[in-house]
């Protein structure tokens, strides 16, 4: 595992949904399975599942970039020779700069050896065949925090979301709760919003 500088609040390049390729090199199938995953979690439940699934391969090797909390990288060999299958397809991740994404590359051995060199190619290509079928997309962070107002107040501060094209869902109930979904980049800036829209009645839960 390795950590990466940068901030979570940057835009980041991700997958934008589950993608498969496969292909043939000299008798040995190799099929790349990409999909999202927002934390090392969800990356490793995604590595159980293809490896379940595709259990009658000769090897399932996995590699992951995930925006945790320090950044999470990861990648094994799962039984190639060493260097030849996981770091080339985390390679293609890092050049691809690509992040919240899990890969699982498939291999079921033909009867020729491909060699270091051949299995480095191959692996690289599944992981970007991958990539291509599932598409990929700019992301930007976003956090969620809750706004609590009396009724007087709820008509401001819903004019004041809709102005700044944020996500939300109100609650009302004794107060209007409001369930905000933000860019962490704005969320300073429209919590100071409410804040001066109301006088500072507002609660805001982060």
């Known amino acids: 595992m390795t950590d990466e500088p940068g901030t979570t609040e940057e835009p980041y390049r991700t997958v934008a949904d589950r993608g498969t390729a496969s292909f043939e090199v000299r008798g040995s199938e190799f099929v790349g399975h990409v999909a999202?995953?927002?934390?090392?979690?969800?990356?490793?439940s995604v590595v159980a599942e293809v490896?379940?699934?595709?259990?009658?391969?000769?090897h399932n090797v996995p590699a992951y970039r995930v925006r945790a909390d320090p950044f999470r990288e990861w990648a094994s060999d799962d039984g190639e020779p060493s260097g030849s299958a996981g770091d080339p397809a985390l390679n293609v991740l890092q050049q691809e700069?690509?992040?919240?994404?899990?890969?699982?590359v498939t291999r079921y051995y033909g009867?020729?050896?491909?060699?270091?060199?051949g299995l480095a190619r191959a692996y690289s290509r599944a992981v970007t065949d991958g990539l291509d079928a599932a598409g990929t997309s700019t992301e930007r962070p976003h956090e969620r925090f809750a706004i609590t107002v009396d009724y007087d107040d709820s008509g401001t501060v819903r004019g004041v979301l809709e102005s700044e094209g944020v996500d939300f869902d109100a609650d009302y109930a004794e107060r209007v709760a409001f369930d905000v979904r933000v860019p962490v980049a704005d969320g300073a800036f429209l919590r100071d919003r409410v804040r001066s829209a109301t006088s500072g009645r507002a609660d805001i839960d982060q």
């Open 36 to 44: 999202p995953a927002r934390t090392v979690e969800a990356a490793e």
């Open 51 to 58: 490896r379940a699934e595709y259990d009658d391969a000769a």
């Open 111 to 117: 009867g020729t050896n491909l060699g270091v060199g």
């Open 97 to 104: 700069a690509v992040e919240n994404v899990v890969v699982v």
